[in-house]
């Protein structure tokens, strides 16, 4: 198994940014699928952006422009940088991946865009 740790969310104000990171306790070359998702309150766990085969990304329609994913594989680390946030991006934020056939998620980072 692996453990996903994420950090770097907070209250930002609309038009913000924010960085969030996903500290993995392996090597992110043996973890597949490794993304990012967000559950609102009341709303079911949605995909935000994942890295699919190879470096190739795939992003929500909703923050496409506006969030970049990319990863260190010297720290073993996966980052969302999140552009003019707006508040229907508030959310719990997971760091997901997938390692010997088992999805791992991290604890969830919450981030609020509010004014």
């Known amino acids: 198994q692996v453990q996903l740790v994420e950090s770097g969310g907070g209250l930002v104000q609309p038009g913000g940014s924010l960085r969030l990171s996903c500290a993995a306790s392996v090597s992110i070359f043996s973890i597949s699928r490794m993304g990012w998702y967000r559950q609102a309150p009341g709303k079911q766990r949605e995909s935000v952006a994942t890295?699919?085969?190879?470096?190739?990304?795939n992003y929500a329609d909703s923050v496409k422009g506006r969030f970049t994913i990319s990863r260190d594989n010297a720290k073993n680390t996966v980052y969302l940088q999140m552009n003019s946030l707006k508040p229907e991006d508030t959310a719990v934020y997971y760091c997901s991946g997938l390692l010997r056939g088992t999805t791992n998620w991290g604890q969830g980072t919450q981030v609020t865009v509010s004014s």
């Open positions: 890295f699919t085969s190879g470096s190739y990304t």
